[in-house]
């Protein structure tokens, strides 16, 4: 999968032509439905063969332009290494497609910029945080976004856990034959049943851990996720460093699960800090509205030409809803057309790209759940 970076929706951003062709859709990553994947596809180019048409192309020439995505069609190897949805930009001269991990809707617009505001859903989200699993025998540390995982190596850790001998009531019931087939490793104490020895021996080990972790860890103020059992994480958090320990931590013991699975139960953790920064700007933007209306604007033409000064703090604009019209920069008008071809710009795309540049954040989201009835709004910088 291709990582989508910010100076990648820059670049995008910067194309200007006379047919920009953007289209986006669901894909499907397994089973026979996989199949619909080839259809959809279609679909949407024939829908652009259409918009070509339109804009006065003949018939070779749309051969030509749209060449490259009906050769992924064809293509079954492409098919079978999808995510959740594809994104394919396309002009005369340029050609990529980004296949990721979020569900998009159906979509295709020629314009003279590509659309892409649905990849700032993505890219918006792609927030870091760290997952450490944590036990006697084994542990790991990965960086992950809600997206995806990849594991940190940590060889002076792993030294740390294989050279660990706990005291002897612990490393008696962890080699005999009950303690092996009961799987020792945090499943069978809690903290009071731990003798003083024993916990002074876990300290020094989760303290050594710290620190090891603090060194491979560059921003020490992203969230750190713990995956243990409940005494392990009470005694690792008493003795860590690490400013940004999650209150809340996958319970059970992480020996033997798989990436995937940790991901999936540090995602249910994580997402819940996500809704509550959106929450928390929403109610924001609420309060302001009332308390100083200066500081929150609704209206697109006007949101426009304040992107473009830098003056847009926080954004909520809807992903399926499109304002097509001319922003002259230099004589700084604004011309709402509605009208999707010729040297139109989807306006609202303009207002989260010039936020998102500037510095701001930019909240994507079904019309549904933004904090107003409008498609766009936005807290201001002044």
Not at 135 to 143: H, I, R
Request: hydrophobic share 35%; net charge negative; glycine share 4%.
């Amino acid at each position: 999968m291709k990582r989508l970076e910010l100076n990648t929706i820059m670049n995008l951003s910067n194309f200007e032509g006379r047919a920009l062709i953007s289209i986006y859709m669901p894909t499907f990553r397994a089973g026979i439905e996989v199949n619909q994947n080839r259809i959809i596809l279609k679909n949407r180019l024939n829908e652009v063969e259409k918009k070509l048409s339109s804009l006065g192309y003949n018939k070779r020439d749309i051969d030509n332009l749209l060449k490259p995505a009906n050769r992924l069609v064809d293509e079954t190897i492409f098919w079978q290494y999808q995510e959740d949805g594809l994104a394919i930009f396309l002009s005369d001269d340029f050609f990529t497609y980004f296949s990721l991990p979020v569900k998009f809707k159906e979509l295709s617009i020629v314009s003279n910029r590509f659309y892409i505001r649905p990849l700032l859903k993505y890219f918006t989200q792609l927030s870091d945080f760290y997952i450490l699993t944590l036990s006697q025998e084994e542990v790991n540390l990965y960086e992950a976004t809600p997206f995806e995982i990849n594991k940190i190596e940590a060889p002076q850790i792993d030294e740390l856990v294989r050279d660990f001998v706990p005291g002897n009531e612990l490393h008696q019931e962890a080699t005999s034959p009950k303690g092996a087939a009961r799987g020792f490793g945090g499943r069978m104490h809690s903290l009071h049943e731990l003798s003083k020895t024993e916990k002074i021996e876990l300290s020094n080990l989760f303290r050594n851990i710290d620190k090891g972790v603090c060194k491979l860890i560059s921003d020490t103020k992203k969230p750190l996720i713990i995956y243990s059992v409940e005494y392990i994480y009470s005694m690792y958090k008493e003795v860590s460093s690490y400013k940004n320990i999650l209150d809340e931590y996958i319970k059970g013991s992480p020996i033997g699960v798989k990436p995937k699975e940790v991901h999936e139960k540090a995602v249910e953790i994580y997402s819940k800090i996500i809704q509550n920064h959106i929450d928390k700007d929403k109610n924001r933007l609420l309060e302001l509205k009332n308390a100083n209306p200066q500081l929150v604007c609704e209206e697109a033409k006007e949101l426009v030409k304040l992107s473009y000064s830098g003056n847009v703090e926080t954004l909520f604009v809807a992903e399926d809803y499109q304002l097509f019209g001319k922003f002259d920069e230099e004589k700084f008008e604004v011309e709402v057309t509605n009208e999707e071809v010729g040297s139109n710009t989807d306006l609202l795309d303009y207002i989260a790209l010039k936020t998102l540049f500037n510095g701001g954040k930019v909240y994507v989201m079904e019309k549904e759940n933004l904090p107003v009835e409008k498609p766009i709004s936005a807290i201001l910088r002044y």
